[in-house]
Nanobody, 115 residues
């Protein structure tokens, strides 16, 4: 199994920034893609951003221009830089790793955007 541990969540005011980190127990380069998902109370889990082993990134329309996904292969870590945060970004954020037909998930980290 691949273990994923998220960190960096917390409380931030609207317009603020946070950087989430996801540390993996295996080489993230071996994964087809790494990604971030989020789930707000009463809502389905939704895709936020993904990045392939080739470095190709995709974003949900709601976060384009505000969030940036990146990875540091030497540290087996993927990041999500979140800028211009809005209250609607409040959710538990989950790290995801995809390898072949398998998906692995972290435990989640809470992000709360509130004044």
């Amino acid at each position: 199994q691949v273990q994923l541990v998220e960190s960096g969540g917390g409380l931030v005011q609207p317009g603020g920034s946070l950087r989430l980190s996801c540390a993996a127990s295996a080489s993230i380069f071996s994964m087809s893609a790494m990604g971030w998902y989020r789930q707000a109370p009463g809502s389905q889990r939704e895709l936020v951003a993904t990045i392939t082993s080739f470095g190709s990134a995709n974003y949900a329309n709601s976060v384009k221009g505000r969030f940036t996904i990146s990875r540091e292969n030497a540290k087996n870590t993927v990041y999500l830089q979140m800028n211009s945060l809005q209250p609607e970004d409040t959710a538990v954020y989950y790290c995801n790793a995809r390898h072949s037909k398998w998906d692995y998930w972290g435990q989640g980290t809470q992000v709360t955007v509130s004044s």
